[in-house]
């Protein structure tokens, strides 16, 4: 096993059963750089792998901060939709990337499953776009797109103003996202929306982030805008 690795033992709240998975040392986790929409590149294991427990007694899967958090009626939903079409198969040991699609997908169908948040699935589809980034892989932009519109829902339906970080964040992602996929416009509106929110100045990385990121849209949307014209 790699030493970079531990082992953890879990308790699944859906079918009361334990099982173990792996989790990388905090001792072993060296960023190397990061995207501007927070893709973060690891010197070595990356610890994305395994940010998703995976129950393989009875296919619960989510996101580790959400594992937990699960309420009666949504572990029904989870024994009677996923639960009797699972294959019972253990992702504990060292996680390829190809392990990791599988598990984040795994976890988006089961929040899908039980009414999830929106912030929540937005979350997971940023992170499966990211890992579809680190295979150059052109579906990427499809789960931008799908994190975008979950985003956009958590913003309108959500009660975000609770955590005024996460408030901020979103603002920002839906601006960098809207515009890593060509809607510099909607980009642009959003940039703004997040330079305007009064707690950005809470999150003085992300105002600098929002300020040069919204400048570097705008050059953008102007270039697309004249080749418009030109053709």
């Given amino acids: 096993m790699n030493n970079e690795l531990y082992e953890k033992t879990v308790h699944c709240p859906v079918c009361d059963r334990d099982f173990t998975t ?5 001792s072993a986790i060296r ?5 501007e929409d927070f ?13 998703v427990f995976v129950c393989p007694h009875c296919g619960y ?3 580790e901060g959400d594992f937990s958090r699960i309420g009666e009626r949504e572990k029904e939903k989870i024994k009677e939709t996923i639960s009797p ?6 992702y504990d040991g060292e996680r390829t990337i190809e392990d990791a699609l599988e598990v984040y997908k795994l976890a988006l169908l089961c929040s899908q499953v039980i009414g999830a948040s929106e912030s929540t699935i937005g979350k997971i589809c940023l992170r499966l776009a990211w ?3 680190y295979l150059g892989d052109e579906k990427e932009k499809d789960f931008i797109k799908f994190a ?7 913003y309108t339906t959500e009660r975000l103003d609770e955590d005024q970080n996460d408030m ?4 920002y992602l839906l601006g960098e996202l809207n515009r890593r996929v060509g809607n510099y416009k909607d980009a642009i509106k959003w940039f703004d929306k997040a330079l305007r929110e009064p707690s950005i100045k809470k999150k003085r990385h992300i105002e600098l982030k929002a300020r040069e990121q919204w400048s570097f849209t705008r050059e953008e949307y102007r270039k697309q805008k004249s080749e418009s014209v030109d053709n």
């Fill in 39 to 51: 893709c973060p590149y690891y010197k070595s294991q990356n610890p994305l792998f395994y940010s």
């Fill in 61 to 63: 899967a989510a996101l």
């Fill in 131 to 133: 890992l579809h980034r």
């Fill in 31 to 35: 960023v190397e750089n990061r995207d």
């Fill in 148 to 154: 975008v519109k979950a985003f956009h829902k958590a």
């Fill in 85 to 90: 079409k699972w294959r019972p198969r253990s």
């Fill in 22 to 26: 792996q989790k990388v040392r905090t």
């Fill in 168 to 171: 901020v964040i979103i603002l």
